[in-house]
């Protein structure tokens, strides 16, 4: 028998490269990949580049199917594979010999959503409208309104845990119930999120620095009452990719 040249998974060393080949193999670019699945199109050029872990629960849900893997499992095993070591692993960049990168700022820690008190009762379609809503390009920002005691809080809370691992785990809840002037908000956001403020700089400008390269989910919990600071949201989001 001839040698073939066919590909096979064991070809592929690295996450990103399987990637990258399945992708083009469908022939999508990155963008239509990113809609697909819920990302940016930057989280799919940084997968493709080995420098962001791959989520195993978000690749089983959304790539597989996204890249029409259903019918062959030996590429999603590879796939989960090239995944899970990667993330025992993290990708070293390729030269060595490169100049050393800049020491990244440290991975943001955010404290887990506060826990329920009971059990979610119905809700499973207004959930999955807001998660639809958040997961497209154009949609930024998801406001919640209704009567007192009517569940926005909770609903807010259950979408934040949905969308939670397409987040990579960056999803922050801040109550703001507290927080009875706008002038205050910038400062108890970059409390509540643990951004350092340095002397000299505004709560304002260290959230548009801290936000500038990373994505996350934001929900703001009775925004209502300081419904003055919306400018600063907007100049917030103008800043963050
Ligand atoms: N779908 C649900 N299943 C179970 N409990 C719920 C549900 N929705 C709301 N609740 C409960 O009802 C109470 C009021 O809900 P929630 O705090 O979310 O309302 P809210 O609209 O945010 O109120 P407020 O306007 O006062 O902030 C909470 O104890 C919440 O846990
Ligand atoms: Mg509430």
């Known amino acids: 028998m001839g040698r073939t ?3 096979t998974p064991a070809t592929f060393t690295s996450f990103g490269a399987l990637l990258r080949y399945l992708r083009l193999r469908l022939d999508m670019n990155q963008r239509d990949l990113a809609i697909a699945v819920g990302y940016s199109e930057s989280q799919i050029s940084r997968l493709e580049q080995n420098q962001r872990l791959p989520d195993p629960d ?5 790539f597989v199917p996204a890249l029409e893997l259903d019918e062959e499992p030996e590429l999603v095993a590879r796939l989960m594979e090239l995944a899970h070591a990667a993330r025992s692993r993290p990708a070293r960049p390729p030269e060595p010999a490169a100049p050393p990168p800049e020491p990244a700022p440290a991975a943001p820690v955010f404290a ?6 009971n059990a979610l009762f119905g809700r499973e379609q207004e959930i999955a409208a807001v998660a639809g ?3 497209r390009r154009d949609v930024r920002l998801v406001t919640l309104t209704g009567p ?5 809080t909770r609903l807010a809370l259950a979408v934040a845990a949905e969308l939670r691992d397409e987040y990579a785990g960056r999803v922050a809840f801040v109550p703001l119930a507290a927080v009875s002037e706008p002038g205050l908000v910038p400062g108890a956001l ?5 951004v350092e403020v340095g002397a000299g700089q505004s709560p304002e400008a260290a959230l548009q620095q801290w936000l500038r390269d ?5 929900v703001l919990d009775n925004f209502e009452q300081v419904a003055g600071a919306a400018p600063l949201i907007s100049a917030l989001l103008a800043s963050a990719p």
Do not use: Y
């Open 148 to 152: 007192g005691g009517i569940g926005k």
């Open 190 to 194: 970059a409390q509540a999120l643990g």
């Open 112 to 117: 887990p959503l506060p826990a329920p008190p």
């Open 5 to 7: 040249a066919a590909v």
């Open 214 to 218: 990373l994505r996350l989910l934001l």
């Open 58 to 62: 978000t690749l089983l849900a959304r």
């Open 133 to 135: 809503l958040l997961r």
